[in-house]
Nanobody
Framework: QVQLVESGGGLAQAGDSLRLSCAAS?????????VGWFRQAPGKEREFVAA????????????YYADSVKGRFTISRDNAKNMVYLQMNSLKPEDTAVYYC???????????????????WGQGTQVTVSS
């Protein structure tokens, strides 16, 4: 059974940095085609944050970001550790949300920002940024 587990959330002040981690069990990230991060603030819809998509050979990867986080967040993958990370710098209060990791088994399209293309989801980790 595939399971995604996020970690690294917590309390931060505006301008601080946090790094979120997404670990996969039951299946390595080599078996996926794309991993994304989404977030959901209280009373709001779950929104796309970042995604990383790679080819079958995992020699080529491309990253995508929401405009709201571009230049501040970086998504990356560590094949040896079977982890995907979201480095969040220059945090703002509006980044406060529950952050979710999601993985797509076999997706090569361009709708990386759409929740429906992801097959597996983690339980989320809370990030709270104070001003």
């Amino acid at each position: 059974q595939v399971q995604l587990v996020e970690s690294g959330g917590g309390l931060a002040q505006a301008g601080d940095s946090l790094r979120l981690s997404c670990a996969a069990s039951g299946r390595t990230f080599h078996s996926y085609s794309m991993v994304g991060w989404f977030r959901q603030a209280p009373g709001k819809e779950r929104e796309f944050v970042a995604a990383i998509k790679w080819s079958g050979a995992i020699l080529y990867a491309i990253s995508y970001y929401a405009d709201s986080v571009k230049g501040r967040f970086t998504i990356s993958r560590d094949n040896a550790k079977n982890m995907v990370y979201l480095q969040m710098n220059s945090l703002k209060p509006e980044d406060t949300a529950v952050y979710y990791c999601a993985a797509a088994k076999d997706y090569s399209g361009s709708r990386y920002y759409t929740r429906g293309v992801y097959d597996y989801w983690g339980q989320g980790t809370q990030v709270t940024v104070s001003s």
